[in-house]
């Protein structure tokens, strides 16, 4: 999967959204591929 997001946006999206992420490394796939459905066009 290659993400086509902002790390930074999405790792706030997810903390808003009540998902657990560090405060840095990579993103687990689920919360990149949600992040991408909840901002799809």
């Known amino acids: 999967m290659e993400f086509q997001g902002s790390w930074g946006s ?4 997810a903390r ?8 840095r490394g990579r993103l687990r796939p689920e919360i990149l591929l949600a992040y ?5 066009g």
């Open 10 to 13: 999405s790792r706030r999206w």
């Open 16 to 23: 808003d959204n009540g998902l657990d992420v560090s405060d």
């Open 36 to 40: 991408e459905r909840a901002h799809e």
